[in-house]
């Protein structure tokens, strides 16, 4: 049995003599400085990404150029995914990784700590280049600003200033630190495992962390070889992507997507793994059908690496392969789909409590659902070549992405700052924060569905007056939720600096049903039987 009470969790800081002061930040190889300083990296990105989402939302506010040119505004786009997807997303769930895997599976470490220390100390140098990548075409001989949107397509990306070159050597500190983060995670969890904890004891958090990390290792390399490429084309001469000297820019498109699609499960499978911990919890019941939902999430790793192409129908491939590709992408819903009943029937008859991870567990159950439905739309290629590029697309990713990630490390937050900090935070302002943040999303992006089916495209600053009110709708509900995270900033501080002490197991009847954790659980009742919950010995 693992001790996973507040003070067992704190005790281990002496086992790893760090020097004090900064130098025990920067040379630290404690599992728990790193998880620390990977979520404080992410909280100030998130920041900087969301400040840049703000100012795209105030040009759009109103039809007409009001305070960006065409090129500013595509180099914030870029920057804006960019900062979210590699700067905030992957470094908080790395973070919860890194504190929370080695006492699931009772490590006393991961499995190498100074990988692990460099594997962080990469991020900051990247996150210095990506900001450089964005002012850079603003100064002397900087050439045009990175306007190519997030997927760096050529041919434009070839022309574009020197930003690019930036950005590309980005991509390759951002790829190196995951490869190595990844080879880490994967390493503790197969050889660091308690005695007697099997692979189907794992918690749903590390075996969610074991697929992303088999993911990275596939598809990280695969970007990398594509941007270095680009980069030969851009200043040695190459035609990869050329088609003048025999090349082709959709190879890119290829290359980039399978990269592209298999990360949108790498930022989605660490929330589902915070899922399976916070919904048992508060349901007060152990995790319904726990290795056919771990089976699923093995064939979601596996198909998401074989439909990519579903991003490129418009490219003109035969329609064999779209045949495929849409096949493919709608069995996708089915691994999908069985995740989610199964929250829904661990909650099911349950002795729920409404605790803010809780509310933001609901909340990515009821929400991502609709991600995956208007991903079935985009799946259907007669269907997608309509709304291809418009912003019913930008609709359906940012209902995948933030509630499908972003909540599901919100939920995370919620349920682990007691363990982290030996402090509970303010559940009434958790609850606030809920509720802004999810009204203030939904009214975001709730209306770009409309002015997508409309024909409103994406990525261009300006738009027809058709679309004005939906625009001012949209952008009043990204002020609003831009700002509900200043409440988080402070939720968090005030936290950190002492609020009221959490005892050992803030949660009462905290991880029940969880393989491998603290209970003992008699074999589950047959389904329809489930009229209390069962007895815990």
């Known amino acids: 049995m693992i001790d996973m009470s507040t003070e067992a969790i704190h005790a281990d800081h002496d086992h790893h003599h760090a020097p004090s002061g900064i130098g025990r930040w920067l040379f630290s190889t404690n599992h728990k400085d790193i998880g620390t300083m990977y979520l404080i990296f992410s909280l100030v990105m998130l ?105 760096l397509y050529p041919p434009l990306s070839v022309q574009v200033g020197m930003g690019m070159d930036f950005a590309i050597f980005t991509v390759h500190l951002l790829g190196i630190s995951s490869i190595l983060a990844a080879i880490n995670i994967i390493t503790t969890i197969v050889n660091m495992r308690a005695p007697g904890m099997t692979y189907f004891k794992l918690p749903l958090f590390v075996w969610s962390w074991l697929l992303t990390a088999l993911l990275l290792i596939m598809i990280m390399p695969v970007l990398a070889g594509g ?40 930022l989605l499978l660490p929330s589902i793994g915070i899922l399976g911990m916070v919904v048992p919890t508060f349901s007060r019941k152990p995790l319904f059908a726990y290795k056919p939902l ?4 093995m064939m979601l790793t ?28 709608i069995l996708i819903s089915i691994p999908v789909g069985y995740m989610l009943f199964s929250f829904i029937f661990t909650m099911w008859r349950g002795a729920m409590t409404f605790e803010t991870p809780m509310l933001f567990a609901v909340a990515i159950v009821l929400m991502f659902s609709f991600a995956g439905v208007t991903g079935v739309m985009l799946a259907v290629v007669p269907a997608d070549l309509q709304y291809h590029d418009t912003y019913f697309v930008v609709a359906h990713f940012h209902y995948a992405l933030i ?26 302002h958790g609850k ?10 939904n009214l975001t992006f709730f209306v770009q569905h409309f002015s997508g089916l409309a024909g409103m495209p994406r990525r261009i600053v300006d ?40 005892s050992d197991k803030p949660w009462e009847g905290a991880q029940v049903g969880t393989p491998g954790l603290e209970w003992t659980l008699p074999s589950p009742p047959p389904f329809h039987s489930f009229t209390t919950p069962p007895a815990i010995k």
């Open 227 to 266: 941007v270095t490429m680009l980069l030969f084309d851009r200043h040695f001469g190459t035609a990869f992507f050329d088609a003048a000297g025999g090349g082709d820019p959709v190879l890119f498109q290829h290359l980039f997507w399978f990269f592209g699609h298999p990360e949108v499960y790498v």
């Open 463 to 502: 738009y027809s007056p058709i679309f004005a009110e939906f625009n001012m709708i949209s952008s009043i509900g990204a002020f609003s939720f831009g700002a509900s995270h200043l409440l988080f900033l402070y939720i968090i501080i005030k936290t950190v600096k002492g609020g009221e002490k959490a």
């Open 47 to 151: 920041f900087l990404g969301g400040a840049s989402a703000m100012m795209l939302r105030a040009e759009l506010f109103t039809p007409g150029l009001q305070i960006l040119d065409p090129d500013t505004y595509n180099n914030l786009l870029t920057n804006h995914a960019l900062i979210m997807v590699f700067g905030v997303v992957m470094p908080a769930a790395a973070g919860m990784a890194n504190w929370m895997i080695p006492m699931m599976i009772g490590a006393p470490d991961m499995a190498l700590p100074r990988l692990n220390n460099l594997s962080f100390w990469i991020l900051p140098f990247a996150a210095i280049m990506l900001i450089i990548s964005m002012i850079a075409p603003y100064f002397p001989g900087g050439g045009t600003p990175i306007n190519t949107g997030w997927t």
């Open 302 to 329: 596996a198909l998401g690496m074989v439909v990519w192409a579903h991003h490129q129908y418009t490219v003109g491939m035969s329609e064999a392969v779209t045949t495929y590709f849409m096949i493919g992408t």
């Open 403 to 428: 509630p499908g990630s972003l909540f599901g490390i919100y939920a995370g937050v919620f349920y682990w700052l007691p363990k982290w900090t030996g402090h509970m935070y303010n559940e009434t």
């Open 432 to 441: 606030i924060f809920f509720w802004w943040t999810t009204i203030s999303f």
């Open 294 to 297: 771990v089976y699923s999430m």
